[in-house]
């Protein structure tokens, strides 16, 4: 059966998705207008659809796989289910108001919320055990307490600049940590197509974190080298025609490797070199 997936279809979130896929082994559209495109290779059918709509589609069992966001997954209430965070599009869910005093769910008793995300808010404040008034809005949420028609409002942050122009300040905890995910209705996730997906997707996500670090080290000063890159299992070590001398080669974090290459350089390694990786299975 032709697996079918759905795709962001407009967005910053929608790029990345694409991108991912790509370098997954995915074909993708050529073109932004259309809608459906088809990847014989693989035997997969992707829909690009509105991100908020994504997870009904999935929950229902229209669409056997998706990407969206975890705050649009929860939102929506739809029978789909996490399987795969793919480590972008992250930001948080957080209160704000122009109060800077305000700092817990007491100061949301009883008053007006408004957000775009009302089932995830009300989930929050059923949780909390807290009564207040949720006010849906589609858009602009930042205006609606200048505007009269809220308190508070809840909405999602990446980097709180919208909010710090509209004279909000974030307070009280984070409702949720959100990320792009690849979901999927229960059940279906037992595929071979599903699983196939899973793997890649995960190897993009892993490679992306990742880089290669290869060195050449003395053999009196291997040990504390290696302990300096342990690798997913161990390093690869292998000997050098310089008597004496290893050359050796492991997976490191990508945001550790100028502090890597300096410790390497500290102990004695030299010619250390960096290479990007593209895709891999672990």
């Not at 990742?210 to 080298?225: P, Q």
């Amino acid at each position: 059966m032709t697996l079918r997936i759905a795709v962001p279809n407009k967005g910053s979130l929608s790029e990345s998705s694409i991108q991912m896929l790509k370098e997954a082994g995915y074909r993708q559209r050529g073109d932004v207008r259309d809608l459906v495109f088809i990847d014989p290779d693989n035997d997969v059918e992707f829909y690009y659809l509105r991100p908020r709509d994504i997870a009904i589609y999935v929950g229902s069992g229209e669409l056997e796989a998706g990407i969206t966001g975890r705050d649009l997954l929860i939102d929506s209430g739809a029978k789909a289910q996490e399987i795969l965070a793919l480590d972008f599009g992250k930001s948080s869910f957080r209160f704000a108001s122009p109060q800077a005093n305000e700092s817990s769910d007491l100061a949301l008793e009883g008053k007006r919320i408004a957000t775009a995300y009302p089932g995830l808010l009300a989930k929050y404040l059923q949780d909390k055990g807290i009564s207040a008034t949720i006010v849906r809005l589609d858009g602009a949420v930042e205006s609606a307490i200048r505007l009269g028609v809220a308190d508070v409002i809840a909405d999602v942050v990446s980097t709180g600049g919208t909010l710090r122009a509209a004279g909000l300040k974030i307070f009280g905890e984070t409702l949720l940590q959100s990320e792009a995910l690849l979901i999927s209705r229960s059940g279906f996730e037992d595929s071979e197509k599903i699983a196939t997906l899973i793997r890649r997707l995960n190897g993009v996500v892993i490679a992306r974190q990742y880089v290669l670090v290869d060195y050449d080290v003395s053999i009196d000063d291997l040990e504390k080298a290696c302990a300096i890159t342990p690798g997913i299992e161990s390093p690869t070590i292998s000997p050098l025609q310089r008597s004496g001398w290893s050359a050796v080669r492991a997976m490191v974090k990508k945001s550790d490797i100028n502090r890597i290459m300096d410790e390497l350089w500290s102990v004695g390694a030299r010619g250390i070199l960096v290479t990007d990786i593209h895709a891999c299975r672990l």
